[in-house]
């Protein structure tokens, strides 16, 4: 609970951690299998940060040191660890499994927003986006932050990660919500980082180039 903040946050970062072992361990298995080092790193990284969120210290050590290995395209020792670590990290399903059939899902008290409202505003932070209206785009999502989205919203996204020709491209939030309800609010996107705004200029630069890198797509 160290890592979430509330019982409550680390409740829901376990069920989306367990839902996404299987599809966590599909990509990490075909990266594997297919030597692509760069795509393997990516997401090992992904799964570094989740598991010390709730706290599988033991896989985040283990993915920190596959991150590694597999960024310096040590093949050999990537080889040798790769199993080890997809034992653990997969024996979370039967660990959480109980725990996770047990709980319902807290209903959001947010209001959901109309597919017409929702247009609307998705219009209005493009044309911002397009004259670089920082301001307006702040306060469109200070907007949109009081809605709860409606399920189109998240399928939409769903697709989006999954489409052939996109799937393998890792997806950055760029935001100034620092508390940890923002954060884990989107955890189920499955984001490779989350990257704040109240860092400064150099070191958001920096943190996005070393992404671009990797062929990332950068979401506001």
């Known amino acids: ?34 030597e692509d080092w760069d795509n393997y790193c990516t997401k090992v990284h992904a799964l570094k940060s989740t598991s010390r969120l709730i706290g599988a210290m033991e896989v985040s050590k283990m993915a920190a ?23 653990k990290y997969r024996a979370f399903r039967e660990k959480f499994e109980v725990l996770v059939q047990s709980e319902e899902e807290n ?55 999954t489409d052939k020709n996109m799937k393998d491209l890792p997806v950055i939030f760029l935001t100034a919500k620092n508390d940890k309800e923002s954060i884990m609010s989107v955890v189920h996107l499955k984001p ?10 150099e070191e958001i630069k920096q943190s996005v180039m070393d992404f671009f890198n990797k ?3 950068v979401v506001d």
């Open 107 to 161: 209903a959001s008290d947010k209001a959901e927003i109309s597919e017409s409202d929702l247009n609307e505003k998705l219009s209005k932070l493009s044309a911002c986006a397009d004259s670089f209206d920082i301001d307006g785009l702040d306060r469109i999502m200070a907007e949109l932050s009081v809605f709860a989205m409606p399920p189109s919203f998240a399928e939409k996204f769903t697709k989006i990660r």
């Open 65 to 87: 040191e596959l991150e590694e290995l597999s960024d310096k395209k040590l093949a050999d020792e990537v080889r040798a660890r790769h199993a080890p670590l997809m034992e």
């Open 192 to 201: 490779e980082d989350y990257i704040l705004k109240t860092r400064s200029p």
């Open 215 to 217: 062929r990332i797509i």
């Open 1 to 34: 609970m160290q890592n979430c903040g509330t019982a409550e946050l680390l409740e829901s970062t376990v069920k989306k951690y367990y839902d996404s072992i299987d599809e966590k361990s599909r990509e990490l298995d075909g990266y594997f299998a297919e």
